[in-house]
Every structure is written in C-alpha cells, then in structure tokens.
T-cell receptor, first 110, second 112 residues
Framework: LAKTTQPISMDSYEGQEVNITCSHNNIATNDYITWYQQFPSQGPRFIIQGYKTKVTNEVASLFIPADRKSSTLSLPRVSLSDTAVYYCLVGGSGTYKYIFGTGTRLKVLA | DADVTQTPRNRITKTGKRIMLECSQTKGHDRMYWYRQDPGLGLRLIYYSFDVKDINKGEISDGYSVSRQAQAKFSLSLESAIPNQTALYFC???????????FGPGTRLTVL
C-alpha cells in the first residue's frame, strides 16, 4: 500500500480557494487517489477520486500531475462548514485496505 | 433512512465486560469493515469481510472478534474490554467494483 503524506493542518478564510496537497511517491500503476472528508464524531465521507489529470465534481477538483506522485485537492470558495479533516488515500481499483493516516485538519475562519 | 446504521451510538462499560457493536446496511454491498479511531488520529482497520463466508483481520484485530450474520449485518465484539479500547468505532461498506466506502455514524465506546 502506498503511503501518503499531507500537511497536518491548514487555516483559511471564508470565500477563499483551498488547495491541499498529498504526496504519494510509491503509487502503483493501478492505484487510484481518493479523498475523504470527516467532520467531528462522524464517519468519513467520500469527496472525489481520480487516476490522472483533473477530475471535478460539484464540491471539489482533484489535480494529478503526469508522474502521479502527488495530488492536490482543491476546494473552491470554502465556507465555515468546510472545517473538517481531509484524508488522502491511495489504492487500486476495488482496494479494501485503506491507510487513513492523520489527514489534514482544515479550519475555515470567518 | 441511513444506509449504514450502528448500534449503540454510545456505550460505557467496565473492564472485563463483553460487549458487541452492531452494524447494518441497506446498500446491498458485499464488503463490510470495522475501523477504530482514537482522538486526533486517523482510522485503523480492525476486521473486514468480503461476504458472509469471508472474514479477514485488519491491522489491529487483537482483542476483537467479528461475526457476519448476513450480507447486511456485521458485528464487532470485545470479549473482555480494556480501557485502551476506548475509542470511536466505525462500520463501513463498499462494493467490489468501486473504491468508495460508506461509513456509519460511529459508536463511541468508553471502557472504565
């Protein structure tokens, strides 16, 4: 399983774009990159998943460079309700053994 | 109604007691998981099951056991609870063809 490294914490202000970068140097050819969001005392919730280049959905974008050794989760115009922990996970299709790590604690300030 | 439910949501017990945490899902998924989360840390996998006849240990299975009673039900037992098993426990499900895991609301367990 590829290990991921991401910042422990980040602060941002409402309305700003937030970019959280994850390093995964040992990513395997068939690995996907998946991001989860977790609010206090709740289970993680899937945000976005990608394999290469750029993926966008209604809540976030995921940028993956050609070498796939890192990825960036982009949250446009964050609000106070985006304050949460964000986990970057790497695994193959149908992966069942994720390593969640400690994630990035994002705090959005008014 | 929630797709993944856990009971109880909160439980306080004493050292040495046997306790069972239950998980039910209506998503029709074959795969189910139990995780534990300690304060300020990420989730660690305790056990996982690919179907009713398949049970596998995760990274921290010591002190825990599981039972997959049906496709929709996966229970976690602590045979003799100890204080360092105080944590937040999450159940999750997924389908074989997609990486997304769907998590329950969690059970907060305190062992005194």
């Amino acid at each position: 399983l590829a290990k991921t490294t991401q910042p422990i914490s980040m602060d941002s202000y409402e309305g700003q774009e937030v970019n959280i970068t994850c390093s995964h140097n040992n990513i395997a050819t068939n690995d996907y990159i998946t991001w989860y969001q977790q609010f206090p005392s709740q289970g993680p919730r899937f945000i976005i998943q990608g394999y290469k280049t750029k993926v966008t959905n209604e809540v976030a974008s995921l940028f993956i460079p050609a070498d796939r050794k890192s990825s960036t989760l982009s949250l446009p115009r964050v609000s106070l309700s985006d304050t949460a922990v964000y986990y970057c996970l790497v695994g193959g299709s149908g992966t069942y053994k994720y390593i969640f790590g400690t994630g990035t604690r994002l705090k959005v300030l008014a | 109604d929630a797709d993944v439910t856990q009971t109880p949501r909160n439980r306080i017990t004493k050292t040495g007691k046997r306790i069972m945490l239950e998980c039910s899902q209506t998503k029709g998924h074959d795969r189910m998981y139990w995780y534990r989360q300690d304060p300020g840390l990420g989730l660690r996998l305790i056990y996982y099951s690919f179907d009713v006849k398949d049970i596998n240990k995760g990274e921290i299975s010591d002190g825990y056991s599981v039972s997959r009673q049906a496709q929709a039900k996966f229970s976690l037992s602590l045979e003799s609870a100890i204080p360092n098993q105080t944590a937040l426990y999450f159940c999750a499900t997924s389908s074989p063809s997609y990486n997304e895991q769907f998590f329950g609301p969690g059970t907060r367990l305190t062992v005194l």
